[in-house]
């Protein structure tokens, strides 16, 4: 049977508030059971509008309608209009996640701040950065976080530093293969990374060889058999405006033999035979359909997916 974990970045509040919901219905009508990672500070999404000036930025904006998907309102957040405090806003939402039998677990504090900023920031600034967002997820849920997976896959040696230091199962901060012990110059860290294996929606969408027909045959196309298989989606776009394609997906999916998991399942799993989980290095990589970089596994990584 092909292994699929379903991972959903949650990076807005309108996104929590509609988004989250209308795929927690869509997974329990399937009888799937995801892993969900909510940005839990300010949304300040309007600030992401300084990427402009980032190669590929502009191109994607117009190929995906950013406008439709995220909304007026959203994009004013952080600019013209204060960012509203999403974990605050919506702690009813996250916890019905937890129990409907979902993983939660930490996207960010401040997406735009993390995604537009980590590589600039300190060691102290990244640790207080993930410090904020573990402390409203225990107010939240009660208990510490057991994973984090990095807005934007931004990640660094400071990140996976204060990962270690968290104690997390695993982190799922990359784009690559398979799960590895991943290693950044001399350091190689304790934290298991699950890596997104699948390109994501957005990088597809709207690009003259992917048209909506196309969607779905691609992705079955992709699923590889011998390996754990991770997609990961948001709740602005497969959450909202795009549910119809994630439901036929995930229906067809379905319809081939696929079994779900969530993503600490696939972190048990691969501890529990430790030895044998590669060790790769991770650095700053390409990806089709995306701009700027991101976390790359440099070792075995898929080559239809990370582009170097």
């Given amino acids: ?68 998907l995220y909304g007026l309102r959203t994009l004013m957040n952080g600019v013209f209009l204060p960012g509203p405090k999403i974990g605050q806003r919506n702690e009813a939402v996250l916890r019905d996640i937890r129990e409907r039998g979902h993983e939660v677990g930490i996207h960010c504090h401040d997406h735009v701040k993390w995604q537009d900023g980590l590589q600039h920031m300190s060691r102290d600034e990244v640790f207080s ?52 012990f991943p290693r950044v110059g001399d350091t190689t860290f304790r934290t298991l990374q699950i890596p997104t294996t699948l390109p994501t929606l957005d990088e597809l969408m709207g690009r003259p060889g992917y048209p909506d027909a196309a969607l779905i045959p691609y992705y079955l196309s992709q699923l590889d058999p011998s390996a754990f298989n991770v997609l990961t989606i948001h709740a602005e776009i497969e959450g909202m405006l795009r549910l119809g394609l994630m439901e036929e997906l995930l229906r067809r999916i379905q319809q081939i033999g696929v079994d779900f ?48």
């Fill in 261 to 308: 998991y969530r993503l600490d399942d696939i972190a048990r799993m691969c501890l529990a035979k430790r030895a044998s989980v590669p060790v790769c290095e991770m650095r700053d990589g390409t990806v089709d359909g995306r701009s700027g970089t991101l976390a790359v596994q440099a070792d075995g990584a898929v080559a239809s997916v990370v582009s170097q």
């Fill in 1 to 68: 049977m092909i292994k699929l974990a379903v991972k959903v970045d949650v990076d807005t509040d309108r996104g929590t508030r509609v988004g989250v919901p209308q795929l927690a219905e869509l997974f329990a009508r399937l009888g799937i059971q995801a892993t969900f990672l909510f940005s839990l500070g300010p949304d300040h999404t309007g600030r992401a509008l300084k990427r402009v000036f980032r190669r590929g930025f502009v191109g994607k904006v117009v190929r995906t309608n950013v406008i439709k």
């Fill in 129 to 180: 950065e993930l410090a904020k967002a573990q402390a409203e997820f225990q107010r939240i849920f009660g208990n510490p976080a057991l994973t984090a997976g990095a807005a934007g896959w931004q990640a660094n040696a400071f990140s996976l530093e204060a990962y270690d230091a968290a104690g997390f199962l695993y982190g799922s901060d990359t784009r690559g293969s398979v799960p590895f």
